[in-house]
């Protein structure tokens, strides 16, 4: 099958949408079938190249408004490769790129299917103008994958759509983390900098959403955790500054940037995962699912998204709720107390991570939505993917 993907962006360039695409991108071309992907550049320059099998367009970028790429002449790149796809695969939300497809007149009969990441929660004034073009991009939409149930049922685009939604699961590199031995290695090198202090990981852009200063204000309440913070952003102030008030600033460990390797071995290490976010704009929170395939519990806000998918209360983690620092103090103090509790919960968590959450999941329940969006009768898994 030949599918063509559509995004704002490729890796290099760094995004969890990025990421995922290039991830499947090359997973679907390692299972026989052929990838083009249709993204802007970084600058204003065309290009094209391949890499491990993936054919990828770069179109020139002529400007950005409100962190969307504008690229000259995308609808019609659009329609030109919809003629010679087998099917396309758009990554929402993109508005400039959807919006230049629906103007295409082929996109009235050209199969598409939407991967749903979020909703489009901040820009809500531009979301007013843009709504007519993102409810006709998914009316035509031949069926829109959801990452879970939550997003689907309490999305205010997919909910009424919901007899054309597919729950597929993301897939990780859920083995390589689990059975690592150099960064199982690596990180007794990490505990031993703490001695016996148990260790609570976040990572994450220190952006708004993310419960920066929830995660602040928790930590002066958890007074035996040496707190690991991995990541950059506008809230890094905010952290730091709240944490000194308090007088813990030497427990506070901040980490601009970790390699996969790296990243790895500071899952092992820490004994908990915290992810305290506080907007919808959190629609689910890979990292969860990185840190259970290394056994580690997560306690998470119990936003209604896919963070609690990704995250069950008393089965792979806690919940806590949303922006209540001191019930998410309670909760990483419970897990540190008690080890029974927390190898439990981190067991559990291990093997859902191993048994959903794989790559090879992830494609062979793709590419079902693929087969259903063309028409075409689909092999049956060997193994239902977890809803």
Request: glycine share 6%.
């Amino acid at each position: 099958m030949r599918v063509t993907m559509v995004n704002k962006y490729y890796p290099p360039h760094i995004g969890g949408i990025e990421f995922h695409v290039r991830d499947l991108a090359e997973a679907l071309v390692r299972a026989g079938h052929q990838v083009r992907v249709i993204v802007c550049n970084n600058e204003h320059l065309y290009t094209e190249e391949v890499i491990n099998g993936v054919e990828i367009v770069r179109l020139p970028r002529r400007t950005e408004l409100a962190s969307t790429p504008i690229a000259h002449n995308f609808g019609r790149v659009l329609a030109y490769e919809a003629r010679n796809a087998d099917v396309l695969h758009f990554h929402f939300p993109y508005p400039w790129g959807e919006a230049q497809w629906v103007l295409q007149p082929d996109s009235k009969v050209s199969p598409y299917v939407v991967t749903y990441h979020s909703d489009i929660v901040r820009q809500k004034l531009a979301l007013r103008f843009y709504q007519p073009f993102l409810n006709r991009f998914l009316d035509r939409a031949r069926l829109i994958i959801a990452s879970s149930p939550q997003l689907i049922e309490g999305s205010p685009n997919l909910a009424p759509r919901a007899n054309k939604c597919r729950q597929v699961n993301f897939g990780l590199p859920v083995n390589a983390i689990a059975h690592d031995p150099i960064a199982i290695s690596r990180a007794k090198e990490l505990r031993e900098r703490f001695g016996d202090a148990p260790i609570v990981l976040f990572v994450g852009r220190l952006v708004y959403y993310k419960g920066i200063e929830v995660l602040a204000h928790a930590l002066p309440r958890v007074p035996d955790a040496q707190f690991v913070v991995i990541g950059t952003g506008p809230q890094r102030e905010v952290l730091t500054g709240i944490v000194a008030a308090a007088g813990a600033r030497d427990r506070l460990h901040l980490i601009d940037y970790a390699d996969d390797a790296e990243l790895i071995a500071w899952y092992h290490a820490a004994d908990v995962l915290t992810l305290p976010s506080t907007s919808p704009s959190e629609a689910f929170g890979l990292v969860q699912i990185e840190a259970h395939a290394a056994s580690t519990p997560v306690v998470s806000s119990d936003l209604p998204t896919g963070v609690t998918y990704a995250n069950l209360d008393g089965v792979t983690g806690l919940t806590a709720p949303v922006g209540d620092a001191s019930a998410l103090a309670t909760a990483i103090n419970r897990l540190l107390a008690d080890d029974s509790l927390r190898e439990k919960l981190g067991s559990q968590a291990q093997a859902r991570a191993l048994a959903d959450f794989s790559v090879e999941a992830m494609v062979a329940s793709t590419v079902r939505v693929y087969e259903e969006a063309l028409g075409r009768p689909a092999q049956p898994l060997t193994r239902a993917v977890s809803s």
